[in-house]
């Protein structure tokens, strides 16, 4: 594939995909396949594909809120609100069911106005633990599933078996490779794969299916493998946050030069940066999901009792990834990000790691405060880049 | 047996504002000594005042000092005897002697965000080292965190934790879909019970003792018993008592529910509200013209704002929906557990809209009044719809109102008096058309 094929690639396949989930949920209709859509966070894909339907990842949309107003105070972030919107606009009419944990304060009363504004999409509820890697977290976790797997069971009209299970897990783990390899393979060719590609090929993940996503991508990551390396004079950063797909706000990354060379976002890489784990012997496959989930981490989310494992991730993050600094992309009103953000940051600042903050929301529509922090932000990190190799030049290294 | 705690003039609002939260302030100086010439609030104040002295003079001891979340189960940390203080309950206070907003902004300058809820602020403002005279506490040698109220709790106790490197004591309960609680959920935070116990048994070289621990759970139930007594007279017509009464005493219920002395305080306040049923007086000291539920924690440093129409109006608060959030009682370990999973903010809406629906038919009420508090995500997201549904189901007007309960910036007191004078409009129109036997 060459490097115009490979952008041809994209644009057919992933960048139609991340941006008309409902023509593919057309798709699966037509096709008689039903489909599930899966809120934030962490929710058991595997049991939705392993019961023969869709799953449809729901992260907001970008636009106004009309009628979530009427279920939620201004006060509340996008993916509480937008998801509500999309639910009340009928952008959801075609699903059969949707999967909804409840983990953040904004998605408990979610759940509760979900059911009250579209009582006629059944709801599937779904409360993990925060104490999960206990044995007694195990248990309630993989008990939570069972219900889950239950509650899927009557909407598929067809049992979920383990078999079924068991290949759903490979079938994600790969999808889960293969995704992380290519965001390695991003990093080493920025400007053909530009913060709006990366963005696109890892969103419609959510949205196709993962079978066929596995495969073309592994077609994309090999033919990006091919490619001669880049000499990328630009920035390089990581980005964190719960979302950082906005075309508007990528376009702001792109004009300054900066590549996206690692993420901690919660729609990108912290939905597949660790596999479920290789079974026990014997063991069910509920419960490799439910330690699949004890395993996760290094999120504002999710309670840890190493206090410092984000701080620690990221600065790997941006050590494995030779990024240069680090670009919070806060949604706004997000308790949970912000209240791991001061500690971050100063994590960061303790280890000379450059770091911006820049606010987002689903409804926003001016850029222009990010485009000047990312701008100062992009010329810093230039200018770092200049003194270190004018002091290394000047000591002879 | 005086009833000085009336919420009339503007003073005795301000001495309120303090008493609500169990803060010290100048009203309870000179009382008299003698516990039973004392009046309930009185010893209600002086309750939750000890609670903090006790911390104190742990600390003195070289003893630790745990800093609780409100709706952790205070039975552990009493039965294994250790002291222990109440950052929400720390915040209230502060916020109602106005220290709210300049904590806030210190927090803020830290780095944490505007949107975090005034009372994480204003805990990890003080954590920081921030001084907070209103409400002095001990610094934390160890943390208990339940998130049965919310999970900006578990964010807010991670970063003391982190700030300190002190254990943090973790209690995780699952938000709930439905009104029961399924048994694995009951399991599973049982069994967080036990790791909890064992952890501070390790920590801190305590022994548990059961015949201790029902003790002290008798304690708990006889104060959730003695609280719903004192609340249930705000059915009576017309009540003995400003509901704003219960914000205030809720401290104790907070801080001090293990403690023989607040059971029995709390059964004073109760008899006390029997006799001035008898003798036809009340704290509510102007006509009873409507009796309403005020929905939400009250903006505590607006304390007088908040009353001042309602006054004018001769609007009563008889419901709060903390006369059954705190009124748990349970028989053993299991409906223990199952308690601490019925938090206002861990069940599910129509638990939620029962839970108040019921409290406003025993009481008679009214009309409505929400408290659209910004500090409170899990709260107030779901607020919209339970008005549909009271409104459908009780026939009584609500309206909402915007606010915070400890950042004042975030109320505009114009609003809110648009707001009540529209609810009064609203009962006033509702009050005619029953008269009239119209449908609802
Ligand atoms: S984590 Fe943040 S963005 Fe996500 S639902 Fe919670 S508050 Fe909203
Ligand atoms: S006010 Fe709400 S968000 Fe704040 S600590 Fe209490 S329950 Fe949590």
Not at chain 1, 210 to 219: E, G, M, N
Not at chain 2, 226 to 235: D, I, P, Q, S
Not at chain 2, 318 to 335: E, W
Not at chain 2, 345 to 368: H, K, P, Q
Request: proline share 6%; aromatic share 8%.
């Amino acid at each position: 594939m060459s490097e115009k094929e490979i952008k041809g690639t994209i644009e057919e396949v992933f960048s139609y995909s991340a941006r008309h989930p409902a023509r593919l949920l057309e798709e699966y209709r037509a096709a008689g396949q039903k489909a599930v859509g899966i809120l934030p966070y962490y929710a058991p894909e595997e049991l939705v594909y392993a019961a023969g339907m869709a799953p449809l990842g729901l992260w907001g949309m970008e636009g106004s809120v009309r009628g979530a107003g009427r279920y939620f105070p201004a006060f509340y972030c996008a993916i509480a609100r937008m998801n509500l919107e999309m639910a009340l606009v009928g952008v959801l009419d075609g699903l059969s069911a949707v999967l909804a944990p409840s983990i953040c304060d904004a998605m408990r009363p979610f759940t509760q106005n979900f059911k009250s504004a579209r009582p006629d999409i059944p709801m599937i509820f779904l409360a993990q633990p925060q104490n999960r890697t206990e044995e007694f977290g195990v248990v309630y976790m993989t008990d939570e599933l069972a219900r889950v797997r239950e509650e899927l069971e009557a909407v598929a009209g067809t049992r979920i078996t383990d078999d079924a299970i068991r290949d759903a897990i490979a079938v994600y783990n790969e999808s889960r490779a293969e995704r992380r390899r290519f965001v390695r393979l991003a990093a080493s060719h920025p400007s053909v794969i530009t913060p709006e590609r990366r963005s696109d090929v890892l969103k419609s993940a959510w949205f196709m299916p993962k079978p066929r996503h596995t495969a073309v991508l592994k077609t994309l990551n090999d033919a990006i493998e091919a490619l001669a390396p880049e000499n990328w004079t630009g920035g390089k950063v990581v980005v964190s946050g719960i979302l950082a797909d906005s075309a508007s706000l990528l376009s702001v990354f792109q004009d300054n030069r900066l590549a996206i060379v690692a993420d901690d976002v919660a729609n990108e890489s912290r939905s597949f940066r660790s596999d479920m784990p290789l079974p026990e012997k014997d063991e069910a496959p509920l419960r490799i999901l439910a330690r699949g989930f004890a395993g996760q981490g290094a999120d504002s989310l999710l309670h840890d009792p190493d206090l410092s494992r984000r701080a620690r991730h990221l600065k790997g993050l941006v050590e494995e990834s030779g990024a240069q600094g680090v670009v919070f992309v806060m949604m706004q009103f997000c308790d949970p990000e912000e209240l791991d953000y001061p500690h971050l940051k100063q994590a960061l600042d303790a280890v000379g790691i450059p770091n911006a903050q820049i606010g987002y929301d689903q409804q926003m529509r001016d850029f222009g405060q990010a485009r000047t922090q990312l701008e100062a932000f992009s010329e810093m990190l230039a200018d770092r880049g200049r003194r270190d190799c004018s002091a290394a030049s000047s000591t002879g290294r | 047996m005086g009833f000085s705690g009336d919420s009339d003039s503007n003073a005795k609002a301000q001495a309120d504002a303090g008493a609500m939260v169990g803060a010290n302030t100048s009203a309870i100086d000179g009382a008299n000594d003698d516990v039973t010439t004392k009046p309930a609030k009185v010893v209600l104040r002086e309750i939750v005042d000890a609670v903090y002295e006790q911390a104190w003079d742990a600390k003195k001891r070289g003893e630790p000092v745990g800093w609780s979340s409100s709706k952790f189960p205070a039975e552990i940390a009493e039965a294994l005897g250790l002291a222990v203080v109440y950052p929400e309950n720390q915040a209230a206070a502060v916020a109602a002697k106005h220290g709210g907003r300049r904590l806030c902004e210190y927090a803020e300058a830290l780095g944490y965000s505007n949107d975090i809820c005034a009372y994480a602020r204003i805990s990890l403002a003080v954590s920081d080292g921030a001084p907070a005279e209103e409400r002095p506490v001990p610094p934390p040698d160890f943390l208990l965190c339940c998130n049965n109220i919310c999970n900006c709790m578990t964010k807010w106790y991670e970063n003391i934790a982190r700030r300190h490197d002190i254990p943090l004591i973790m209690i995780d309960v699952p938000y709930n879909n439905t009104v029961d609680i399924p048994a694995s959920r009951v399991a599973y935070v049982s069994a967080q019970f036990e790791a909890a116990i064992k952890k501070l048994e390790t920590l801190f070289g305590r022994v548990w003792d059961p015949a201790r621990f029902a003790e002290v759970c008798a304690n708990a139930n006889r104060t959730a018993s003695a609280w719903l007594r004192a609340c249930g007279y705000c059915a009576m017509k017309p009540s003995p008592l400003s509901g704003f009464d219960l914000f205030n005493h809720m401290a104790d219920v907070v801080t001090a529910r293990c403690k023989p002395e607040t059971s029995r305080a709390l059964e004073q306040l109760a008899d006390e509200y029997e006799q001035a049923v008898k003798e036809g007086v009340s704290t509510w000291r102007r006509d009873e013209t409507w009796r309403i539920m005020f929905e939400g924690i009250p903006c505590w440093p607006e304390l007088q704002a908040l009353l001042r129409p309602l006054k004018e109006h001769g609007a009563n608060t008889v419901a709060v929906v903390y006369a059954p959030a705190f009124g748990f009682q349970y028989g053993d370990m299991d409906g223990m557990i199952r308690a601490y999973c019925r938090a206002p903010n861990s069940v599910c809406i129509e638990a939620g809209t029962e839970w108040r629906a019921a409290l406003c038919r025993e009481n008679s009420v009214d009309g409505i009044l929400v408290h659209y508090n910004r500090s409170c995500k899990p709260w107030s997201g779901y607020m919209l719809e339970m008005e549909r549904r009271w409104r459908k189901e009780l026939g009584i007007p609500v309206v909402g109102f915007d606010g915070d309960q400890a950042d004042p910036r975030n109320f505009a007191e114009e609003q809110y008096r648009t707001r009540v004078e529209g609810l009064v409009e609203l009962m006033r129109a509702n009050s005619v058309t029953r008269e009239n036997g119209a449908p609802l």
